[in-house]
């Protein structure tokens, strides 16, 4: 089992920046990747990044590309989400989820089912 506990969701103005943390907990030495979803009212859930653990290589939606970005820090079990340049349309609930299953291509961690363990989620909302 892993646990995810995403935090540092807020209120901002559209331009301005926030930084999201998902710390994990459990089982952490068993997981491969960790994305990032988000999710708007009335809309599907929506792939946002991806950061695959054996190559550190990360992987983001277009929408976001150039504006966010996805770290790790292995002492503290924390991947976080960088969000700058913010625009209304980033409004969601933003959630960080676990690969444990097995260890796949980073191009493979864009959809939802890719992933085993699912955190609590943190509203964004930006204002115009």
């Known amino acids: 089992q892993v646990q995810l506990v995403e935090s540092g969701g807020g209120l901002v103005q559209a331009g301005g920046s926030l930084r999201l943390s998902c710390a994990a907990s459990?089982?952490?030495?068993?997981?491969?990747?960790m994305g990032w979803f988000r999710q708007a009212p009335g809309k599907e859930r929506e792939f946002v990044g991806a950061i695959r653990w054996s190559s550190d290589s990360t992987y983001y939606a277009d929408s976001v590309k150039g504006r966010f970005t996805i770290s790790r820090d292995n002492a503290k079990n924390t991947v976080y989400l960088q969000m700058n340049s913010l625009k209304p349309e980033d409004t969601a609930v933003y959630y960080c989820?676990?690969?444990?299953?097995?260890?796949?291509?980073?191009?493979?961690?864009?959809?939802?089912?890719?992933?085993?363990?699912w955190g609590q989620g943190t509203q964004v909302t930006v204002s115009s």
């Open positions: 989820a676990a690969r444990t299953r097995w260890d796949t291509p980073v191009q493979a961690l864009g959809v939802p089912k890719a992933y085993d363990y």
């Open positions: 459990g089982r952490t030495f068993s997981t491969y990747a």
